[in-house]
């Protein structure tokens, strides 16, 4: 048989790299802090960006996610291709995240530094135009959520806030106890008519 078609099929199959695969060709310590600091970095901007998108991802948000993932994959990156390498990185990330949701619980002004307060949008049916420009929310973005939790119009809504993770959240006014009260005053006043009027033609 030639030599052309001859396969070492004992390598192929079964011989391994252990050293390659389980050994990190990187120092533990750079592994940690390449993920340390990729993962400080990506927090900040995140925490800093405003929360334009509003319940959801869009087109661009999901582009930013996607473009600061493959940022973040190169940061940590480096001719490691081992196994434990890769635990290492996860290892660090999840660590790291834990820890920030402990300190978050047992802080809560470091929670209040990880997720923004609330910004109220609408109140009593009047849109504060500021806090709109803040978070970078058109009029248009706020009626489709608003339509989405089955509020149609503004003079509906007694509060609306947006809140840290983007979701909007509403309060609704309660008409019927409303129209009640409209129906009382109304009739009091009618009430009131009648009685004056009675004492008139006395």
């Known amino acids: 048989m030639s030599t052309l078609f001859q396969v070492d099929w004992q390598r192929v199959f079964f011989q391994v790299d252990l050293q390659q695969v ?14 340390s600091l990729v993962y400080f970095v990506v927090v900040a901007i995140l925490r800093f ?3 334009r998108q509003v319940g959801g991802v869009g087109i661009a948000d999901l582009l930013v996610v996607v473009l600061v993932a493959t940022a973040a994959q190169d940061a940590m ?56 420009e803040s978070g970078l929310i058109n009029k248009r973005e706020l009626m489709s959520q608003l339509r989405q ?8 809504v007694e509060r609306a806030y947006i809140e840290g993770d983007g979701r909007i959240s509403v309060f609704t006014k309660d008409l019927k106890k409303e129209d009640d009260k409209h129906g009382s005053q109304t009739l009091a006043k009618e009430t009131l008519l009648k009685d004056l009027s009675e004492q008139q033609l006395e």
């Not at 120092?27 to 993920?35: I, K, N, P, Q």
């Not at 999840?94 to 002004?109: A, E, R």
């Open 77 to 132: 990156a480096t001719d490691d291709s081992s196994i434990t390498g890769g635990l290492i990185l996860v290892t660090t990330i999840i660590g790291w995240s834990y820890l920030f949701n402990w300190v978050s619980y047992k802080v809560p002004h470091f929670q209040r530094f990880l997720n923004p307060s609330p910004l109220l949008l609408v109140k009593d049916g009047e849109i504060s135009q500021q806090n709109m």
């Open 22 to 35: 389980f050994v990190p060709q990187t120092s533990v310590v750079e592994l940690v802090l390449r993920g």
């Open 49 to 51: 960006m405003p929360s």
């Open 149 to 156: 939790q089955g509020v149609h119009t503004l003079s509906e």
